[in-house]
């Protein structure tokens, strides 16, 4: 199973950047993605998360108002847009894969879930 993040980068405080993850369509169908970001000595933190069935969205407070994440099918990716960037955002970003999923209190447990793919640094300059 291959996860592939991408579309970091650095941008100032206030800008934007989309991250990307692209899955198989086997994958898409039947798992949840999740986001994850970890700063350097922090732990890793769920962001957002995607149902596979429904595709209702969870969000991280942090995230909340100012994150989105989506689904395109047809190019089997969920991508993460994030604006309104902070200082505080700076972190590497991760997309996982889970097969059971339970909403926000699952899907925000790095523990619950079965792939991840490589990360992609988010740097926010003030």
């Known amino acids: 199973v291959q996860l592939q993040a991408s579309g970091g980068g650095l941008v100032q405080a206030g800008g934007s950047l989309r991250l990307a993850c692209a899955a198989s369509?086997?994958?898409?169908?039947?798992?949840?993605i999740g986001w994850f970001r970890q700063a350097p000595g922090k732990e890793r933190e769920g962001v957002s998360c995607?149902?596979?069935?429904?595709?209702?969205?969870y969000y991280a407070d942090s995230a909340k108002g100012r994150f989105t994440i989506s689904r395109d099918n047809a190019k089997n990716t969920v991508y993460l847009q994030m604006s309104s960037l902070k200082p505080e955002d700076t972190a590497v970003y991760y997309c996982?894969?889970?097969?059971?999923?339970?909403?926000?209190?699952?899907?925000?447990?790095?523990?619950?879930?079965?792939?991840w793919g490589q990360g992609t640094l988010v740097t926010v300059s003030s």
């Open positions: 996982a894969a889970q097969r059971l999923f339970g909403g926000w209190e699952m899907c925000s447990q790095a523990t619950t879930y079965d792939y």
């Open positions: 369509k086997f994958i898409l169908e039947h798992y949840a």
């Open positions: 995607i149902s596979s069935k429904d595709g209702s969205t």
